[in-house]
């Protein structure tokens, strides 16, 4: 089934779930979740998305910024790093449409993952990295700009506060 997702608006998606997704879930460095259909009795994966725990790095972002990020808390805007979760990848198949399944319905199913796992252990902030034709689709679902910058990965990174979810 894995060898059969396609996801050419990016590659890396795609990539991700054929050659990382089984070594990660294995090394517990992430959990992939799968949106299975078996239509015909022909399963297919329709989407999926990753979430793992992270640390994230504060480069050049103002103290007001961190402040907004991590809560008003004496000495928090002077972190240059914070711990929290990432939504790692997310993706639908070519062979699927928005009526199958949609991108706010994939964030909502990772934020109530999210949300469970901070339950028990902690957690407060939810980080993603996109690139820039899907900041606005990530805004509509609630997420923020770190900074307006890119990081050093080539990525925008954005976080919503786990008490808005
Ligand atoms: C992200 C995703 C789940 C959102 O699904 P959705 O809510 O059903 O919305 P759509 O697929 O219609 O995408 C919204 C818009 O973003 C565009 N878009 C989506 N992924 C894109 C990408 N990787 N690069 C550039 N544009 C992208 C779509 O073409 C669409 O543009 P339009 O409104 O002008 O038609 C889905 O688009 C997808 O699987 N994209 C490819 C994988 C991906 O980019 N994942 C995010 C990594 S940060």
């Known amino acids: 089934m894995i060898?059969?997702?396609?996801?050419?608006?990016?590659?890396?998606?795609?990539?991700?779930?054929?050659?990382?997704?089984?070594?990660?879930?294995?090394?517990?460095?992430?959990r992939t979740y799968l949106y299975i259909t078996s239509?015909?009795?022909?399963?297919?994966?329709?989407?999926?998305?990753?979430v793992a725990i992270t640390s994230t790095e504060f480069p050049g972002?103002?103290?007001?910024?961190k402040a907004k990020i991590l809560g008003g808390k004496p000495g928090r805007d002077t972190k240059d790093h914070f711990g929290g979760i990432l939504v790692a990848q997310l993706g639908r198949s070519d062979a699927f449409a928005q009526g199958d399944?949609?991108?706010?319905?994939?964030?909502?199913?990772?934020?109530?993952?999210?949300e469970r796992g901070c339950y028990y252990l902690g957690g407060k902030v939810v980080y993603l990295d996109c690139r820039e034709p899907l900041i606005g689709f990530y805004e509509?679902?609630?997420?923020?700009?770190?900074?307006?910058?890119?990081y050093p990965s080539g990525y925008f990174k954005m976080f919503k506060s786990l008490h808005k979810l």
């Open 3 to 30: 060898e059969e997702f396609s996801c050419a608006k990016d590659t890396d998606v795609e990539t991700f779930l054929k050659e990382q997704a089984i070594r990660y879930e294995r090394d517990g460095l992430s």
């Open 39 to 50: 239509e015909n009795d022909d399963p297919a994966i329709a989407a999926f998305f990753s």
């Open 61 to 65: 972002v103002t103290k007001s910024r």
């Open 101 to 114: 399944i949609n991108g706010h319905e994939m964030i909502e199913d990772a934020e109530y993952v999210i």
């Open 140 to 150: 509509q679902n609630g997420y923020a700009l770190v900074k307006p910058e890119l």
